[in-house]
């Protein structure tokens, strides 16, 4: 209890800050750099580490024996990638490329192991990412079998540009090319280039160095829309 005159020491937050535990050099985690279209990990090196992001984005692909890629997933900052490690995978199935200039924390997978077993938070705030991605990945094949294909762009969209996230929505500062967002959706660069030109000639979405995604896109989400391009796939 404070005296008076004694200003109280500020409450603790009880949300666990991933930042705080990751700060500074230590055994089994390391501080890493990575400029824009630098592999993170390439798809069968071997699985002895994860990474977490604190800045910049990365894209994720794999690619089949047959030399096709497709993107799986884009990440961003206070997000994991090559967690699969953990269950015993001993090589990545897939690549993971610097989207933008990063800075990642590559966490060895004893030193992961180690503390998810000691310190509560982290497992808790890891156990949430992991749900987190699973919950995504259902959204992305329910969105893949029964939504349009302007529907899947729009999601795509405003996922990157963090709808629904805590704060405002950012733009989309990494340039993401049409050929990529074909690779996430299951299309093609000519129909995705139909239909960012139809969102921005609604006003859904603007161009100004970047892609910046307005609230109103949702409606393509919310509603079978009149303003399609075409019928829907």
Known sequence: MSRPGQQSAPARSTRFDPRVLFDGAAKGRTTLRYEKDTPVFVQGDAADAVFYITEGRVKVTVVSRHGKEAVI??????????????IGQPKRLSTAVALTDCVLMRLEKAELQRRLAEDVGFSNMFLAHILVRNARIEEDLVDQLFNSTEKRLAR???LLANFGKEGRPEPIVAKISQETLAEMIGTTRSRVSRFMNNFRRLGFITY???IEVHSSLLSVLLHDAPNTVEPPS
């Open 73 to 86: 997933a884009l990440l961003g900052a206070d997000e994991f990638i090559g967690e699969r490690c953990l």
């Open 156 to 158: 795509v969209l405003l």
């Open 208 to 210: 100004n160095g970047h």
